[in-house]
């Protein structure tokens, strides 16, 4: 059979992973092979119940309420979803082929030849929030540096480069590279998902299973097929980042005891100095993220003023704000949810859609009053 198809033994069912490329029309022609000889009780994809849903309903983007997602804290997971999206979306159009073509084909198949479907994948919004709980600084950099390169790179990928990126070698290569290059997402991508399908698959009902996955997770399945997985522990979702932590808590306990120490050593002008530096500088810093992502005056000034309150909080953000305001201020139309995977793959798209431009603010305005945080801690150190 072919190389990119394994069949395993497990008790007493009989498993057969089919490794595929989500761009691929060769994976999808073997999907449908596999399932026409196999016949199997028991199709497995390696989609969750929202990415299944946003594939069986493209037009979803429209009902997306952006002040919500800015609200509930959730618009770095969004802009996330977006880069993927966008850099899938445009490698999808060189190729002709949808991302995710070969996991529909399966559910189709599998509901012609009257097989059960089962979505295997952990939710994709437990994923991200793993993904960003686990990451430290150097990492973000690098994730954020990587996902604005792919979405505005235009080297065109081809169809021999996809079908040999399935081949174990190449796959081993790359995987290693991936682990070098950021540790933290290869656990929480690759290794938590190849744990977490793996269970489910064992998990199944019948005689007979197809799972149908990314080949890259094919060689985690197989070994862990054969080790009992924790399911609760693979979906806990932590309440925020490292960085967010260390900026979160020990910001404003450093701060604080700054200016205690300040006014405790020379009195009260030296505590109002220090807030006097600590607004400019956070303020100032805010306001420079709102003036570099083009942002409306009304809301340069309001992240001015805020800056300094939100860089003190623990749960607040400046660019929450920022966000808010714009979306307010410059309302997302349908358009722009249509077109917002499309628009990210340009830089004057990025800014124009008015969708990834909030999130754009958003980010770009919180790193700004990070900066600022830090610089308004080491001057009133100093002082």
Not at 105 to 129: C, F, P, Q, Y
Not at 183 to 200: G, K, N, V
Request: charged share 20%; net charge neutral.
């Amino acid at each position: 059979m072919n190389s990119n198809v394994d069949t395993l033994k497990l008790n007493d069912k009989t498993i057969t992973l089919v490794g595929t490329a989500h761009i691929s029309k060769d994976s999808i022609e073997l999907v449908k092979q596999v399932l026409d000889t196999v016949k199997p009780d028991t199709v497995c994809v390696e989609l969750c119940e929202n990415r299944y849903n946003s594939l069986r309903n493209p037009e979803a983007w429209k009902k997306t309420n952006i002040v919500e997602v800015i609200k509930s804290g959730r618009s770095h997971l969004l802009l996330a979803q977006l880069i993927l999206g966008s850099y899938q979306k445009k490698l999808g159009k060189n190729l002709q082929i949808k991302p995710g073509a070969e996991m529909m084909a399966a559910v189709e198949r599998a509901e012609e030849i009257g097989s059960k479907i089962s979505l295997i994948d952990r939710d994709i919004k437990v994923t991200l929030k793993r993904t960003w709980g686990s990451i430290g600084f150097v990492s973000f950099v690098k994730l954020l540096w990587a996902g604005i390169k792919s979405s505005f790179d235009k080297t065109e990928i081809t169809e021999e480069e996809i079908e040999r990126l399935k081949t174990s070698d190449a796959l081993a290569e790359a995987l290693s590279e991936f682990s070098r290059y950021l540790p933290e997402i290869q656990s929480t991508l690759i290794d938590e998902r190849d744990r977490y399908m793996a269970q489910l698959i064992a998990n199944q009902e019948g005689e007979n299973i197809v799972a149908v996955v990314g080949a890259g997770h094919v060689p985690g399945m197989k070994r862990y097929l054969y080790e009992p997985q924790d399911l609760e522990s693979l979906i806990e979702t932590p309440s925020g980042s490292k960085l967010g932590r260390v900026f979160g808590y020990g910001i404003p306990v450093l701060f604080f005891g700054l200016l205690f120490l300040g006014v405790y050593q020379s009195g009260i002008e030296a505590g109002a100095s220090i807030l006097q530096s600590w607004a400019l500088i956070t303020g100032g810093f805010g306001a420079l993220g709102a003036l570099i992502t083009f942002c409306h005056p009304i809301t340069v000034i309001i992240s001015f003023l805020i800056a300094p309150i939100a860089t003190l909080h623990p749960v607040l953000a400046t660019g929450w704000f920022t966000g808010l305001c714009e979306a307010m201020i410059r309302k997302p139309t349908v358009r722009d949810f249509e077109t917002v995977l499309d628009d990210l793959s340009t830089f004057k798209g990025a800014f124009t859609n008015r969708v990834s431009r909030i999130l754009v603010v958003i980010a770009v305005t919180n790193l700004c009053a990070s900066m600022g945080t830090i610089l308004g801690i080491t001057k009133i150190a100093s002082q």
